[in-house]
């Protein structure tokens, strides 16, 4: 009998959402940032992490938290910050757009006199109670391309009151699928 109870308990709990999200798509043109901030400016960049504030709260899906700010990596993620510290993969403390080992396009490349040639930067845009965060990752490379061809761009917007998550997803240059990606690549 308690071994019945625990089972009927379990799927009850799994029943639950953890992520109270809705999925819809739809195809406009691409537009690049104009006027954000640019991370890592002229620096060939690989497997890096910085703290970036939204500039107004956003309830994150991770134990419903509001966060006013999020650390961002070169993985093609956003993730929760947390008590000012910098959590990796914990459930529901992520947002992802891409799952791959992105870097600066110029990394790999064994010239070492070619300059930077990707960016990551973010702006907050709009007026107090519907701004939108944004995160675009340009041009960006993958860490296993060798040939410093493939190349990818997205965005991750983030907007105020109603808390939705919006993916924009620009041109794809990608000759080596699995390569690139590790069996990975665009991630929601």
Not at 108 to 127: K, L, M, R, W
Not at 146 to 173: C, M, P, R
Request: with cysteine; charged share 15%.
């Amino acid at each position: 009998f308690l071994l019945l109870i625990l089972f009927i308990g379990m799927l009850e709990a799994q029943s639950q959402v953890l992520y109270p999200y809705n999925f819809s798509s739809n195809t406009t043109a691409y537009q690049p940032l104009v006027g954000a901030t640019t991370l890592f400016q002229g620096e060939k960049w690989d497997d890096t992490v910085a703290y970036i504030p939204i500039g107004f709260s956003f309830k994150w899906a991770y134990d419903n938290y509001s966060t006013d700010s999020v650390w961002i990596d070169t993985y093609g993620i956003l993730h929760a910050k947390v008590d000012s510290i910098f959590i990796w993969g914990f459930p529901g403390s992520t947002i992802s757009g891409y799952w791959a080992d992105l870097c600066d396009l110029a990394y790999n490349n064994p010239d070492s006199t070619v300059p930077a040639q990707s960016s990551i930067s973010y702006q907050t845009t709009g007026n107090a109670g519907s701004r939108i965060f944004k995160v675009e990752y340009k041009n960006c490379g993958f860490y296993n391309d060798t040939s410093a061809l493939d190349a990818v761009n997205f965005q991750i917007w983030l907007y105020e009151g109603s808390n939705v998550i919006e993916y924009h997803y620009g041109k794809q240059d990608i000759q080596d699928i699995e390569l690139d990606f590790d069996a990975t690549g665009p991630h929601i």
